[in-house]
């Protein structure tokens, strides 16, 4: 029932998923992506961007993300909340001596896009044109131009199997995604904005 309604029916995991030893040696330059999460998650992507034959192609290298939970000594889930500046820190760790050439951000994550620029770190403001975004990703995966470190990336490739468009908005003739399993998803939208 799921794959009926699948936003993205032309992802496919042989096909758009490498390992590790398939990362390219060099890359025209570095994003990171970020969609803003206190009480849903926060992600970020690192994103390695490599033109090839006159085409860029994204290389989605990692990613940080963090649902407002953590296991305590007997397993269980915990709810934690983090700070703009922990998740700054968390952003520096992921990063680590690369340098990024611009940080997307939700737009209305006001408070962390201030802190990066506090903190000189080049951001831009995202576009939310879901619809463009999700027509673009369709054709880049497409076009083979998407690549997504699989052992990295659990998340981001979790999304792109359960991201499903709105049954009841398009009984209204709308086209817009369900508001659930697109934390990562919507910092891919990002890298297109």
């Not at 994003?31 to 970020?44: A, E, H, L």
């Not at 953590?70 to 397993?75: D, E, H, L, P, S």
């Not at 915990?78 to 997307?104: A, P």
Request: proline share 4%; net charge negative; glycine share 4%.
């Amino acid at each position: 029932v799921l794959a009926e309604g699948i936003i993205y029916p032309n992802f496919d995991k042989i096909k758009h998923c490498i390992k590790p030893v398939d990362i390219p040696k060099k890359f025209d330059f570095f994003y990171v992506s970020s969609d803003y999460g206190i009480t849903n998650p926060q992600v970020f992507l690192l994103c390695g961007i490599k033109y090839i034959d006159g085409k860029p192609q994204v290389w989605i290298l990692d990613e940080y993300y963090n649902k407002g939970t953590k296991k305590n000594k007997k397993g269980q889930e915990e709810k934690i909340t983090k700070t703009d500046t922990m998740f700054l820190n968390d952003y520096k760790k992921l990063i680590g001596d690369l340098e990024i050439r611009k940080v997307i951000i939700d737009p209305s994550a006001t408070s962390l896009i201030n802190l990066f620029k506090q903190n000189k770190i080049a951001v831009k403001e995202a576009d939310n044109a879901v619809i463009d975004g999700i027509n673009l990703v369709l054709n880049w995966l497409d076009e083979e131009r998407i690549h997504i470190v699989e052992e990295k990336c659990p998340n981001i490739i979790r999304e792109f199997n359960s991201y499903i468009w709105d049954e009841k908005a398009q009984e209204k003739g709308e086209d817009k995604p369900v508001k659930q399993n697109d934390h990562a998803f919507n910092d891919i939208l990002y890298i297109f904005s």
